[in-house]
């Protein structure tokens, strides 16, 4: 391999490989090599990333984005374990799964509840959040008061337009003279229980509504 300096054409010589890159340290596998139209980096004698004219860029497998670690396995982008947020609205700067445990509280409390097997995963995209959770209530305790869900992973955004709606699959055990709803509760990590009538009147859910064994499957999405 040789590499020819001159006033004309900069550095020229052959394009390299992988393998062999064009332009090496004292890691001869290590390096930058070319194509048409592209520049690639090789690492280890393996292409790490690629740069072709229309200024796309290629990654083989995964990238870390804000000193994320990039994942060993599959192909996509790597966020930090905690989000540093962007002030642009047009910058993704969050993707994360996990679990949550979802609760119930009567009048914010919960003396005495206890449940069969509470769960709940959750998806975050940026600042939307996807919430699906299952609890069976084994006792509704002694607290009395309005029903709310408690326990979501991330503090509902503030303001009037954050309070997201939240649908059931699936209800067991329950008390109520009309639909039951739910909405998320602005700058909490609470969804607020109601019931609505066909003449559109609404009013809250109670520990009134809930018995031993009340079971509960729900969905809901919002925004952080």
Do not use: H
């Amino acid at each position: 391999m040789a590499i020819t300096i001159n006033g004309t054409t900069g550095i020229a010589g052959v394009d390299g490989s992988a393998s062999t890159p064009a332009v090496q340290g004292t890691d001869t596998n290590t390096g930058l090599f070319f194509g048409t139209d592209t520049v690639t980096i090789a690492t280890g004698g393996t292409t790490a990333v690629t740069v072709d004219s229309g200024q796309r860029t290629k990654f083989p497998t995964t990238i870390g984005v804000g000193n994320a670690t990039p994942a060993t396995s599959g192909s996509g982008i790597s966020f930090p374990a905690t989000a540093s947020a962007s002030s642009d609205a047009n910058t993704l700067d969050d993707y994360e799964e996990g679990t949550w445990t979802p609760g119930v509280s009567f009048g914010g409390a919960s003396v005495g509840v206890t449940y069969s097997s509470p769960s709940g995963t959750y998806t975050k995209v940026g600042r939307q959040v996807t919430c699906v959770g299952r609890m069976v209530l084994s006792n509704k305790g002694s607290s009395t008061g309005v029903a709310n869900i408690t326990g979501l992973p991330f503090t509902v955004a503030s303001g009037e337009p954050n309070y997201a709606g939240l649908s059931f699959s699936y209800i067991d055990s329950m008390t109520f003279a009309a639909v039951p709803m739910g909405r998320t509760n602005a700058g909490s990590t609470n969804i607020d229980l109601s019931e609505t009538s066909n003449a559109g009147a609404a009013t809250d859910l109670t520990n009134s509504d809930f018995t031993n064994g009340t079971g509960l499957r729900f969905i809901v999405t919002y925004f952080v």
